[in-house]
């Protein structure tokens, strides 16, 4: 009875806001047969939830690249390589479980000028964890991940959240940082047409979302050949997420990379 009080309480924004992403997906899922642009559910998503971000308002020609459920030593190193090829960043979040064993590959993610954000100890539906086990497991993985230096965002499992997360999010200084381009990447294996979609419905602020791990990782790194080079010629930035932020807000953000990384310093 506890658990069914706790859900119901806690995702009755959550359905909105799941429902909002659902209908974009069901509007972009095919590009060649929408006759509207259906962009217009994303910005009007902020006025709603002012502390979740979508994408960043700016007219910068800029995008922010973000790579989620990290790290994997058979797959990460291919991506980092692909990014490294066009000179573009990309904000990673990682999974802290992963980390054990992979900390050379996590190193090399900050000291090639990308960051890392916090997406959870394993790839699980965060909202439906007890009150308990989410504050344990969000505090363990922050620990692990701020070792490597300043995390400024948070992305649950699944894109769910709540008020919990909110609230822890904000007591770590962190933001919630979701999407406003998701090319379904779990489910389809299609790197020509994942490109294609994300060409098609890229913009200014664009929050993009890839994944890493396995055959995700590899589509990901064949993705990324097809679509930079498209996205570059646009003439579009591609970059981490805090730098896409104070681009658009004309500052630096929270600071990333080596200089305050303890775990680099110790190298």
């Known amino acids: 009875p506890r658990r069914c009080r706790l859900s119901n309480r806690n995702t009755s924004g959550t359905m909105r806001g799941l429902l909002a992403q659902l209908l974009l997906i069901v509007l972009l899922a095919d590009p060649a047969g929408v006759e509207a642009d259906p962009r217009w559910l994303l910005r009007a998503l902020p006025g709603s939830y002012p502390d979740v971000t979508y994408f960043i308002p700016t007219d910068a020609q800029a995008i922010a690249l973000t790579i989620d459920d990290g790290v994997d030593p058979r797959t990460t190193p291919a991506i980092l390589d692909a990014l490294q090829s066009y000179g573009v960043t990309a904000t990673f979040f990682l999974l802290s479980d992963s980390i054990a ?24 539906i965060t909202v439906l964890l007890p009150d308990g086990e989410l504050a344990r497991k969000f505090a363990e ?45 779990t489910l389809l294996a ?26 995700r990782g590899h589509r990901t790194e064949q993705t990324l050949h097809i679509l930079l080079p498209r996205l570059l010629e646009r003439g579009f930035q591609v970059m981490s997420l805090s730098r896409l932020a104070g681009l658009a807000a004309g500052q630096e953000n929270r600071p990333i990379g080596s200089a305050e990384s303890p775990a680099l310093r110790q190298q």
């Open 101 to 124: 064993g992979n900390e050379a590959l996590v190193r090399r993610i900050i000291e090639e000028g990308h960051e890392i954000g916090h997406h959870m100890t394993g790839d699980e």
């Open 141 to 185: 993985a922050a620990d692990k991940l701020e070792a490597y230096g300043t995390v400024n965002w948070f992305r649950p499992g699944t894109g769910f959240y709540d008020a919990r997360m909110r609230a822890l999010s904000v007591r770590h200084g962190y933001r919630i940082a979701l999407a406003s381009i998701a090319p379904i990447d």
């Open 190 to 215: 299609d790197a020509t047409r994942m490109a294609a979609f994300i060409d098609w419905a890229i913009e200014p602020g664009s929050i993009v979302v890839l994944h890493d791990v396995g055959a």
